[in-house]
């Protein structure tokens, strides 16, 4: 009963540096989502997979690409990591669009 | 850009007091959803509701649809100290919208 899966659950970052972050569904879901949160701003949407093969911008896309691998797995790269990306990221997935989201525990990424 | 915005931002309160949470937006959503999130993990889902004036309760947790579907309310009864957490209402028109949160800590 795995359900979201993200890795790593904290990073220490470098200005400048890159990562990714991975996550992956094992409940046969069709799209997925990378949401930073910060505090006082709630969950905001970085990019979303409506279906495996297809990639949309969310609300704050700048400074991030995604790659949807397969079905199950959907990372996160930041190429140049900026200290304003310090947040903590969470990944969803659900069975379609809109429909109710399960959330992975997140990663707290600190940019210095 | 669909806004949802939630009030109070932060509440505490006594154990076994009653409260209420607002969900506001000018936005009409097809659904609205109402999700819990406790310390380093992840929201998890509390419930749904669709129709507009829909009422869902929850053990002791009553969630209220707006009739035109703009708004929402969650009401908790006896509040104990299990209720405690951050809880995010969520506005569904294709994607998800996330409300700016409500903080909530019961003091035993």
């Known amino acids: 009963n795995a359900g979201v899966t993200q890795t790593p659950k904290f990073q220490v970052l470098k200005t400048g540096q890159s990562m990714t972050l991975q996550c992956a569904q094992d409940?046969?879901?069709?799209?997925m989502y990378w949401y930073r949160q910060d505090p006082g701003m709630g969950l905001r949407l970085i990019y979303y997979?409506?279906?495996?093969?297809?990639?949309d911008k969310g609300e704050v896309p700048n400074g991030y690409n995604v790659s949807r691998l397969n079905k199950r797995e959907f990372s996160l790269r930041l190429e140049s990591a900026a200290p304003s990306q310090t947040s903590v990221y969470f990944c969803a997935s659900s069975e379609s669009i809109g429909q109710k989201y399960t959330f992975g525990s997140g990663t707290r990424l600190t940019v210095v | 850009t669909q806004l949802l915005e939630q009030s109070p931002q932060f509440l505490s309160i006594q154990e076994g007091e009653n409260l209420t949470v607002y969900c506001n937006s000018s936005?009409?959503?097809?659904?609205l959803q109402w999700y819990r999130q406790e310390p380093g993990e992840g929201p998890v889902l509390l419930v749904t509701v669709v129709t507009g004036g829909e009422v869902k309760k929850l053990k002791r947790l009553t969630f209220q649809f707006g009739d035109a579907r703009k708004d929402s309310s969650l009401h908790i009864t006896a509040a104990q100290p299990g209720d405690t957490g951050l809880y995010l209402c969520?506005?569904?028109?294709?994607?998800?919208?996330f409300g700016t949160g409500t903080r909530l800590t019961i003091i035993p």
């Open positions: 969520a506005g569904a028109n294709e994607k998800l919208t």
């Open positions: 936005s009409v959503f097809s659904s």
């Open positions: 997979s409506a279906s495996e093969g297809t990639t």
């Open positions: 409940m046969n879901h069709n799209s």
